[in-house]
């Protein structure tokens, strides 16, 4: 569930405050993160997105919203910037021109973690396993040489930004993402 708001200045807020939890329908939503968003012209305003998660209710298995970050991400040892931007990550989209599915489910075994050798930031994807996620005609007719991505998995963490083409990548299957992503 996504909450908006605006702020009236910078340091007070208009309307409704955001609250870290909320019931709605014997359900229970506690905040995950609180995006700002900045509009230009005469009189700029700010407006935040306050994005939550249902963690119980009626037929949904209850869940600790820190203990399921946590496996996700090992967030005790980051510092409060980093926090907050890993959490945004969880509530931003990559973009998507190509019009494909969204979200894939892939296995912690799809991903190997590579040092940073001036690449940018950019990690690699293989031919053969970009072709098995978007499909051949995509691939082709797209002209697809990178895509952007947001990674959520257990074993490594969070990671955002592109991964290249790389049709020389030694496994057919899987991407390469770099170690400070």
Not at 86 to 105: G, K, T, V
Not at 134 to 144: A, H, Q, R, S
Not at 166 to 174: A, F, L, M, T, W
Request: proline residues 4%; contains cysteine; aromatic residues 10%.
């Amino acid at each position: 569930i996504v909450r908006e708001g605006k702020l009236s200045n910078v340091d007070a807020f208009s309307g409704d405050a955001i609250a870290p939890c909320f019931y709605l329908n014997s359900c229970k939503y506690m905040i995950l993160c609180v995006k700002l968003k900045k509009t230009e012209g005469i009189y700029p305003t700010v407006h935040w997105d306050a994005y939550y998660i249902k963690v119980s209710g009626p037929e949904t298995d209850s869940i600790d919203l820190k203990d399921d970050l946590e496996m996700i991400a090992d967030f005790a040892s980051l510092p409060p910037r980093k926090i907050v931007s890993r959490l945004e990550l969880m509530a931003s989209a990559a973009c998507n021109w190509c019009h494909i599915p969204l979200r894939f489910q892939l296995k912690d075994s799809d991903f190997e973690i590579i040092p940073e050798d001036s690449h940018v930031g950019c990690g690699f994807i293989g031919i053969k396993f970009l072709t098995y996620l978007i499909g051949e005609d995509v691939l082709k007719t797209k002209n697809v040489i990178a895509i952007q991505v947001r990674i959520f998995a257990s074993l490594y963490g969070i990671f955002k930004g592109m991964l290249m083409v790389k049709p020389d990548i030694n496994i057919g299957q899987g991407c390469y993402c770099h170690s400070s992503a």
